[in-house]
């Protein structure tokens, strides 16, 4: 499968962490799912094979909240960060190998702020500068995308600070990537331009998508408008079921937002890559791949 052809729609997976959670484990501590990749990696490999099974052609890894910093502080050492980045994509291919050869496995970047696990990568306010984003991105982010991935999964972006400091990295790095941004009231959650974040993008000629993720179902429609103004890169949309997370209380609350329905409406608009994120599961995605083919 080409990596990616705007002309062809591709489905995404949906939340990783969110259908192991459904699947009964416990995912409570700062590391998230990514403390599956030691404990429980069996189960990794059948959440991801879930959600190829359900029409799935690309699985994201899960890497998203496994960091140097974060494994530090939970006593891990630097060679286990290291190990685990690795597993987590040869775990992701093991998946798509046994259930959907030729599909392709992303390995998630995620932001700064899910390495505290406060909650502030739906915010942006860091404490950290663009030079002090790129130091802490840097390693994490050579081990991936030398790891055989198919391409880097880019995610959850709150900021054009970050988003630049991740591109200057992608630069030469030998990666391809998609850069994808969460988002609020159709602007970066620091507020900032969701245009000029995806021009930024465009720019650059690893970057083979744009898009958005873990933001509202009703955020879709007037983020592709805004791509579609300054890129003609293939668009990447996977919003979250439409529930909001109570970092207090530690539970989802609201109703879901997310219909299958809607997919027509963004492939129509020109939205190419298309899944789910937190508490978009299987049947979603089964859904999501109905409405695409």
């Given amino acids: 499968m080409a990596l990616f052809d705007p002309t062809t729609p591709v489905v995404l997976d949906g939340g990783l962490g969110s259908h192991l959670e459904q699947t009964g484990h416990d995912l409570s501590g700062e590391l998230w799912s990514a403390r599956l990749l030691r404990d429980a990696p069996d189960a990794i490999v059948a959440a991801h094979r879930d959600y190829f099974a359900a029409g799935a052609e690309v699985a994201i890894t899960a890497s998203y909240q496994l960091s140097y910093s974060g494994m530090h502080a939970a006593g891990h050492s630097d060679e286990l960060t290291t190990a685990l980045l690795a597993e987590s994509v040869a775990l992701a291919a093991r998946a798509r190998d046994d259930e959907r050869p030729g599909g392709v496995v992303a390995a998630s970047i995620g932001p700064y702020g899910a390495a505290r696990a406060d909650g502030s990568e739906y915010r942006g306010d860091y404490e950290l500068d663009r030079a002090g984003l790129s130091a802490w991105h840097e390693r994490r982010f050579a081990e991936l995308a030398s790891s055989g991935a198919d391409l880097l999964a880019i995610e959850t972006i709150p900021s ?58 009703d955020e879709v429609d007037g983020a ?41 409406r963004w492939r129509e608009a020109g939205a190419s890559i298309i899944g789910g994120c937190c508490r978009v599961g299987p049947r979603e995605i089964a859904a999501i791949a109905a409405a695409l083919r």
């Fill in 224 to 264: 592709i408008r805004a791509a579609r103004t300054v890129t003609d890169k293939p668009i990447v949309v996977y919003p979250n079921s439409g529930e909001h997370w109570n970092r207090v209380t530690r539970r989802w609350e609201g109703d879901p937002g997310f219909d299958a329905a809607q997919v027509t």
């Fill in 160 to 217: 054009r600070d970050e988003s630049l400091a991740l591109l200057e990295l992608l630069k030469g790095s030998g990666a391809t990537a998609w850069l994808s941004f969460t988002v609020a009231d159709g602007r970066l959650r620091t507020g900032g331009d969701l245009a000029e974040a995806f021009a930024d993008a465009d720019r650059v000629d690893e970057v083979v998508a744009v898009g958005i993720n873990c933001s509202h179902p």
